[in-house]
């Protein structure tokens, strides 16, 4: 069974600061890999999704990129803003569900 | 844009109750999912549906069924609830190509048992 880690669980950073969040899994026979992005109490919020044959994705200040080889994905975020306060979730794709990390809550300072 | 719908944000049940939770989609996605997600457990599969009428289990489906009658809508039934079954209920839904695509989420039902 696929297994999902997000290392570190929490991060605090000073607002203005570039940051990257990881995400690891056991199995390198995905089909993609999707980052969420959750505020509290609320549902998931896509943020970018990454296919199997692609090496990175980008949405504005976001940038996602992926290894198979090494069952590694990153998460950069550029000039961070206290909006970008929330929990990070990586779900990996395989077979014909996903796998969800624990996800990393994420504060930024103003 | 994508819209999934849950029919209650907030849900308080007595324990043997029967609960219904209802979830809608609008972009016509063959796959549908219900997951529940508690502290430091994360998000975990209960059931999952591919097209009308068809569920396989999830991770944990014990004390837990699903209803799939139209393409839009799945519902998860809690046959007798449980305090166990308290927590944060949400519902997916993501098109099939072939394999699992980009899945859209509904805002999540929180539901106390007591």
């Known amino acids: 069974k696929q297994e999902v880690t997000q290392i570190p669980a929490a991060l605090s950073v000073p607002e203005g600061e570039n940051l990257v969040l990881n995400c690891s899994f056991t199995?390198?026979?995905?089909?993609?890999l999707q980052w969420f992005r959750q505020d509290p109490g609320k549902g998931l919020t896509s943020l970018l999704l990454?296919?199997?044959?692609?090496r990175e994705q980008t949405s504005g200040r976001l940038n996602a990129s992926l290894d198979k080889s090494s069952g590694r994905s990153t998460l950069y975020i550029a000039a961070s803003q206290p909006g970008d306060s929330a929990t990070y979730l990586c779900a990996v794709g395989t077979g014909n569900q996903f796998y969800f990390g624990t996800g990393t809550s994420l504060t930024v300072i103003p | 844009d994508v819209k999934v719908t849950q029919s209650s944000r907030y849900l308080v049940k007595r324990t043997g109750e029967k609960v219904f939770l209802e979830c809608v989609q609008d972009?016509?996605?063959?796959?549908m999912f219900w997951y529940r997600q508690d502290p430091g457990l994360g998000l975990r599969l209960i059931y999952f549906?591919?097209?009308?009428?068809?569920?396989e289990k999830g991770d944990i489906p014990e004390g837990y069924s699903v209803s799939r009658e139209k393409k839009e809508r799945f519902s998860l039934i809690l046959e007798s609830a449980s305090t166990n079954q308290t927590s944060m209920y949400l519902c997916?839904?993501?098109?099939?190509?072939?394999?699992?695509?980009?899945?859209?989420f509904g805002p999540g039902t929180r539901l106390t048992v007591t």
């Open positions: 199995d390198s026979a995905i089909y993609n």
């Open positions: 549906s591919y097209d009308v009428k068809m569920k």
């Open positions: 997916a839904s993501s098109p099939w190509t072939g394999g699992p695509h980009e899945q859209y």
């Open positions: 990454i296919q199997s044959s692609q």
């Open positions: 972009m016509d996605h063959e796959n």
